[in-house]
């Protein structure tokens, strides 16, 4: 059974640092794009990083030059270091697997992990 775990949420200082961690216990890690998404209380998730198979990103522009998305292919893990927070960051934060083929759709997503930033 395919799982998504999160974890390395909490609560921290604006201005500060933490590096949340999935592991996706799927076949064929290598071909999957993995992605980080957030939800704020009532907001519609959002985009935050993807990552592909080679390891090319893409960032929503609000996280630009604070975040960075890195995966471990070998470990079958993918990592968001998380810099500079501000409490817009707060959410909680979700780990997506994503794959396609011809004959199907592979998309699964983990629990979350909340993310407070707050003084």
């Known amino acids: 059974q395919v799982q998504v775990v999160e974890s390395g949420g909490g609560l921290v200082q604006p201005g500060g640092s933490l590096r949340l961690s999935c592991a996706a216990t799927?076949?064929?890690?290598?071909?999957?794009?993995m992605g980080w998404y957030r939800q704020a209380p009532g907001k519609e998730r959002e985009l935050v990083a993807t990552?592909?198979?080679?390891?090319?990103?893409n960032y929503a522009d609000s996280v630009k030059g604070r975040f960075t998305i890195s995966r471990d292919n070998a470990k079958k893990m993918v990592y968001l270091q998380m810099n500079s927070l501000k409490p817009e960051d707060t959410a909680v934060y979700y780990c997506?697997?994503?794959?396609?083929?011809?004959?199907?759709?592979?998309?699964?997503w983990g629990q979350g992990t909340q993310v407070t930033v707050s003084s």
């Open positions: 997506n697997a994503l794959r396609s083929t011809l004959e199907r759709r592979y998309d699964y």
């Open positions: 799927v076949s064929f890690f290598t071909l999957y794009v």
């Open positions: 990552i592909t198979s080679s390891s090319s990103t």
